[in-house]
């Protein structure tokens, strides 16, 4: 069986068939491309806190510091995890209860305090030193320069004890 077509209907069909094997061409086969005006993807901001730091020193409210040994990580993903416990050789050591603070959260930093969500204590009670703050209270923070300050308030509002921290490099 054959059909026949008038001239102008071939050739209105084969403009459409032109039309639609060059718009798909054009447009990359259905696969997405980014424009070549558009300007790359901006990175993300480091935060200042990102890294490791060492714990240097442990001041208390009175004026008095504590020798300390540990450790505060801080990541691109907002994880923190903090280790702070008293050095062997101090004084009011008196081990097992020696660990001052040892947690690890998602931490959302800002205004210099930390929010904290999902926090979650390293240790049990009977490691934890008589005078240990609840680990959620470690919140506040200072940074000036490569030295962190994190701090447990008490119920006025001031730094009833803090951790000082050094970046590591």
């Known amino acids: 069986m054959r059909i026949l077509m008038s001239s102008g209907l071939t050739r209105g069909l084969v403009v459409a068939a032109l039309v639609l094997v060059t718009t798909a061409c054009a447009s990359g086969g259905g696969r997405s491309r980014p424009a070549t005006s558009a300007p790359p993807p901006a990175a993300d901001a480091a935060s200042p806190l990102e890294g490791e730091w060492r714990l240097t020193t442990m001041q208390l409210a009175d004026g008095g510091s504590r020798r300390v040994t540990?450790?505060?990580?801080?990541?691109?993903?907002?994880?923190i995890t903090v280790k702070a416990e008293l050095a062997p050789d101090e004084p009011v050591a008196r081990p097992p209860r020696t660990v001052v603070a040892d947690f690890t959260a998602k931490a959302q930093a800002g205004g210099g305090e930390f929010d904290y969500a999902g926090l979650s204590v390293g240790?049990?009670?009977?490691?934890?030193?008589?005078?240990?703050?609840?680990?959620?209270?470690?919140?506040?923070?200072?940074?000036s320069g490569d030295t962190l300050r994190v701090s447990a308030r008490d119920r006025a509002g001031r730094p009833a004890a803090t951790l000082v921290f050094e970046r590591v490099r």
Do not use: I, K, Q
């Open 70 to 79: 540990g450790f505060l990580r801080f990541d691109r993903f907002s994880n």
């Open 123 to 143: 240790v049990g009670p009977e490691r934890l030193t008589d005078d240990a703050a609840n680990m959620a209270e470690w919140r506040h923070y200072e940074l």
